[in-house]
């Protein structure tokens, strides 16, 4: 099979195509061939290793030392299941499949395995393997942390960061909520932050929201405090009493299998719909992480499996 591989830590230029062995799924796996994949900003952290002197340390000791020990990165895939392992139960050959894994890696390449019981489940039949791709990772993160904060309706939630893979996924699920939504981000994305259920939008090159009057029930960083920091040093004096600011940064998150069925269940009522900035072949792969490591996307960068 075809692979893209991170020989080293390092520029996007690390990575290569490689031709490796398809691999055969155990008793509790399924194997998936996967059609299309996405960089996200955690692919590019871990491909260069772009994390603070302390946690690149402890990033070593998890994922390898000179390079990752799993070296097909890609944390999320859309595609079908093409074999399955004896004691597998929940699925079958030919489901058609989307999912995450952000720690066993491997979607970068035409097949994968993974265990059944994973962050994986039926893609939505109205959704293409390219757009069920662009679903889980800011969808599962989006969850987990507006869960965490507690969001019910008739809060007003401020996401700093809306128009990232992230961002664009909290918006529309706190929106589902029933919260009342203001969108940080640059000012050319804002018709795509309001179009997607933001009352109002905030072009922070622009405007300091920190200094608008006003006062937010929570505020959800949606970028990540080695990017938002600056931005987001006066963040309390916009809460509201009792208020939280909550940091996709804040520890790490507990993704829940249910959640990816929910996000499959909103994305085929129309309810959350994919956001997708460019799509690369798998050859391209280098020029994709390129382009992720500029800090500019807008929701997701989709990589097409051949």
């Given at each position: ?154 809060r007003r939630v401020l996401v700093f960061g809306a128009s990232g893979a992230v961002g664009t996924s909290a918006v529309q699920i706190a929106r589902h909520l029933g919260a009342e939504v ?87 009522a129309g309810r959350i719909k994919p956001v997708i900035d460019r799509t690369y072949a798998l050859s391209d792969i280098v020029e994709a992480h390129r382009y992720v490591e500029g800090g500019h ?10």
């Open positions: 099979m075809i692979a893209a591989v991170c020989t080293r830590y390092g520029p996007p230029e690390v990575l290569r195509l490689v031709e490796l062995e398809t691999p055969v799924p155990r008793k509790n796996e399924v194997r998936i061939r996967i059609g299309a994949t996405a960089v996200t900003s955690s692919d590019n952290y871990v491909r260069g290793l772009l994390l603070t002197p302390a946690y690149r340390m402890m990033a070593r000791l998890a994922l390898g030392w000179i390079a990752p020990r799993r070296p097909v990165l890609g944390m999320v895939l859309s595609g079908v299941v093409d074999s399955v392992g004896a004691r597998v139960r929940l699925f079958k050959e030919g489901d058609r499949v989307f999912g995450f894994s952000p720690y066993r890696f491997g979607a970068y390449a035409q097949y994968v395995c993974w265990p059944e019981d994973g962050l994986l489940a039926v893609r939505p039949v109205n959704l293409g393997d390219e757009e069920a791709a662009a679903l889980p990772y800011g969808g599962l993160l989006a969850f987990h942390f507006l869960r965490k904060a507690g969001v019910p309706a008739g203001t969108g940080v981000c640059g000012g050319a994305n804002a018709d795509l932050v309001a179009s997607l259920g933001a009352e109002r939008v905030v072009d922070y090159r622009v405007e300091d929201f920190t200094k608008r009057a006003e006062r937010y029930d929570l505020i959800f960083d949606a970028v990540g405090r080695r990017k938002s920091a600056a931005a987001l040093r006066n963040c309390r004096r916009a809460l509201a009493p009792g208020g939280a600011c909550v940091s996709v940064d804040d520890g790490r998150p507990k993704l829940r299998r249910e959640d990816l069925v929910s996000l499959g269940e909103l994305a085929a996307k807008r929701g997701n960068v989709i990589v097409r499996v051949p």
